[in-house]
């Protein structure tokens, strides 16, 4: 172990006495100890990267299940459940309806069911007169065809009064009757002249119709062109109708009793 020479510098044993240099003597001060090496510490560590937080994605849902299959046949009994009974909810309103429907409705109902059958009758008259010719020199005939022709321009005459004569008509099978009608002169105007010839015949002012089971029905007639319908108390079951002509008017410068139509409504 060495010591310094408090003087010099110089090194010497620390066990000497004195400097061996200057002579100085040397103290039992202890050399100083060299200063310890630095410490070399290790690099710092890096600083944590940023790491950009990614946002977790949900698994995808998976699609609801499909909801149950009906059950066919429940649907199919309820849906015969309900049509029975809507079924049986029209028939009670029919059979109400026609408990409590109006007898006179009824009647109503049948008469609008009703229709022309005169067309189909065959026609016996007493006599026809002769044909003559219009104003431009035409034939006109006045066949018992003209009455059940639906056509008020032609007509049916007979020569002089026809008073207390019959027309019978006679269907092709049973009708039930409710309506009868007449155009009860020559309701003709005529096309080239434009002479009305319903007031130069006689007119038929009053008639009775009659049924096979003995019902007459009576009825005054109006002097007019238009056609008279008259409605029968009650209904007739009939295949053969007369028309009694109750009263004929005077002629008006043509002796001859005409009727352009007769109608019987019924079914």
Not at 11 to 33: D, F, H, K, Q, Y
Not at 49 to 57: C, D, E, F, I, S
Request: aromatic content about 4%; glycine content about 8%.
């Amino acid at each position: 172990m060495t010591a310094v020479c408090g003087s010099c510098g110089n090194r010497v044993s620390e066990l000497a006495l004195e400097c061996a240099r200057c002579r100085a003597p040397i103290g039992t001060t202890p050399e100083p100890a060299p200063p310890p090496a630095a410490t070399t510490l290790p690099p710092p560590p890096p600083p944590p990267t940023a790491v950009t937080p990614v946002a977790l994605l949900a698994p995808p849902m998976p699609p609801p299940p499909p909801p149950p299959a009906p059950d066919r046949e429940r649907v199919s009994r309820t849906v015969l459940v309900i049509a029975a009974a809507a079924a049986l909810i029209v028939v009670v309103m029919i059979a109400v309806a026609l408990i409590t429907q109006d007898p006179a409705d009824a009647g109503d109902d049948e008469t609008a069911a009703a229709g022309e059958v005169a067309a189909q009758a065959e026609v016996e008259v007493p006599g026809t007169a002769p044909d003559g010719k219009d104003s431009a020199g035409e034939d006109v005939s006045y066949t018992a065809g003209h009455l059940v022709d639906g056509d008020p321009s032609t007509a049916w005459r007979v020569e002089g009064d026809a008073e207390g004569e019959e027309i019978v008509l006679t269907l092709p099978e049973t009708r039930t009757v409710t309506e009868v009608g007449i155009v009860n002169g020559y309701a003709k105007v005529d096309d080239d002249s434009g002479d009305r010839r319903y007031g130069q015949n006689r007119r038929v002012l009053a008639a009775t119709w009659i049924f096979d089971d003995g019902t007459e029905a009576s009825f005054e007639l109006e002097e007019t062109v238009e056609p008279q319908a008259f409605t029968l108390e009650s209904p007739v079951e009939t295949t053969t109708v007369r028309v009694r002509l109750d009263e004929v008017s005077d002629p008006g410068g043509r002796d001859f009793t005409a009727i352009s139509e007769l109608s019987l409504l019924g079914r």
